[in-house]
């Protein structure tokens, strides 16, 4: 078993009389820089000029200030920004503005593992990275819990990496839920094929042509939408809960026989062969190439993919039954 590592292995003290600029205040943005403060932590958040975010973070008493200036006044800098944004904003603003001994912190390994962000040698470059999205890891942590992290080092310049990571695990409530240690390389291909096979692409694409088949076959849309999209949530809260023992035994045995004897039918040899597929194009950097090369081109493909998807009759028919949930209803 990986060690976890807790509250009582972590101390703050590294943090003492330092301050930390979250540049980026979207999902973990927020999060971070709010924990963090509440931990009586020193933070600054940097932000680009004219940034929507900003108001959003003075109202919560943070200090803003533009990304080349937070980046100069702090000692420890996390990246919060969208992942095809950080190579520009790292090499105009952050890098100029970096002194010896800083900490530069990330989320997710991507811009550090392909190489689209080079940091100098004389800085400590860590990830600490919760396995949850940003309001999560307040919402936790008001709670006095947390979302558990991974931590990783890249380039330790002080001694002081390791440690210093679990110090940041720690003020964002990381190490309340427990956090393990990984590598860049380690965290960003596993993050990125678990999008992209099971999270992200397979369960959308599941959820689809489930859908798709019953309708095309005549069956009511809202039906359709219950049974292969709704429920969805009821079934992976099982799993989560207690493992896929625990989801099949709260289900009828109906459900169970037909989850044996069906399920290897829809994941099958050539599935899986297409996932070790994916997983080399993420090793091999095929993807991110992809990925780095849309961006640049100004994401023709992904905005005509974004509208596609957004017109998929799933989606109407959900927004019109969602409507009717009262129980789904944002308090
Ligand atoms: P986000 O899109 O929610 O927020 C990004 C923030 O950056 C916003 O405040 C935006 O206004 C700001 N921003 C965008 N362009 C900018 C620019 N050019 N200059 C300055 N600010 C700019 O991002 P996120 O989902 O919080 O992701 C941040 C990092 O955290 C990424 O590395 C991501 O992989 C990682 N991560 C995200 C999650 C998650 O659940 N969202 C979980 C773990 C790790
Ligand atoms: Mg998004
Ligand atoms: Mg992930
Ligand atoms: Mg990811
Ligand atoms: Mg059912
Ligand atoms: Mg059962």
């Known amino acids: 078993m990986a060690r976890m590592y807790y509250d009582s292995d972590a101390s703050l003290d590294l943090l003492n009389g330092k301050t930390v600029a979250i540049i980026g205040y979207g999902s973990q943005g927020h999060a971070h820089?709010?924990?963090?403060?509440?931990?009586?932590?020193?933070?600054?958040?940097?932000?680009?000029?004219?940034?929507?975010?900003?108001?959003?973070?003075?109202?919560?008493?943070?200090?803003?200030?533009?990304?080349?200036?937070?980046?100069?006044?702090?000692?420890?800098?996390?990246?919060?920004?969208?992942?095809?944004?950080q190579k520009t904003v790292y090499s105009q603003e952050i890098a100029p503005n970096l002194s010896a001994g800083n900490v530069l912190l990330f989320a997710h390994g991507f811009n550090i593992h392909f190489g689209q962000v080079v940091p100098p040698a004389d800085v400590d470059v860590v990830m600490v990275a919760p396995k949850g999205?940003?309001?999560?890891?307040?919402?936790?942590?008001?709670?006095?819990?947390?979302?558990?992290?991974?931590?990783?080092?890249?380039?330790?310049?002080?001694?002081?990496?390791r440690d210093r990571a679990m110090t940041y695990a720690k003020g964002i409530g990381g190490t309340r839920a427990g956090v393990l240690e990984t590598t860049f390389r380690e965290e960003t291909e596993t993050d990125l094929f678990g999008e992209q096979a099971v999270l992200c692409g397979g369960l959308s694409e599941l959820i689809k042509a489930g859908f798709e088949t019953l309708v095309n076959a005549?069956?009511?849309?809202?039906?359709?939408?219950?049974?292969?999209?709704?429920?969805?949530?009821?079934?992976?809260?099982?799993?989560?809960?207690?493992?896929?023992?625990?989801m099949r035994d709260s289900i009828s045995n109906t459900a169970e026989y037909g989850d044996y004897t069906r399920g290897p039918r829809i994941i099958t040899d050539a599935t899986r062969a297409e996932m070790k597929k994916?997983?080399?194009?993420?090793?091999?950097?095929?993807?991110?190439?992809?990925?780095?090369?849309?961006?640049?081109?100004?994401?023709?493909?992904?905005?005509?993919?974004?509208?596609?998807?957004?017109?998929?009759?799933?989606?109407?028919?959900?927004?019109?039954?969602?409507?009717?949930?009262?129980?789904?209803?944002?308090?």
């Open 218 to 246: 005549g069956y009511q849309p809202e039906l359709a939408y219950f049974e292969c999209l709704h429920e969805v949530k009821l079934i992976v809260d099982l799993v989560v809960e207690g493992g896929l023992a625990t």
């Open 33 to 85: 820089a709010l924990n963090l403060k509440d931990s009586g932590v020193n933070v600054i958040v940097g932000l680009y000029p004219g940034s929507k975010s900003a108001a959003k973070a003075e109202s919560a008493g943070l200090k803003v200030l533009p990304v080349a200036e937070a980046a100069k006044t702090a000692d420890w800098i996390m990246i919060l920004l969208p992942d095809e944004v």
């Open 133 to 161: 999205p940003g309001h999560l890891v307040r919402r936790t942590y008001e709670q006095g819990q947390g979302v558990p992290a991974l931590f990783a080092v890249y380039q330790d310049a002080t001694g002081q990496a």
């Open 278 to 331: 994916i997983l080399s194009e993420i090793q091999s950097g095929q993807f991110a190439r992809e990925f780095v090369l849309e961006n640049q081109a100004g994401k023709p493909g992904f905005i005509a993919m974004r509208r596609q998807e957004a017109e998929h009759p799933i989606e109407e028919v959900g927004k019109e039954l969602r409507a009717m949930f009262s129980w789904l209803k944002k308090a």
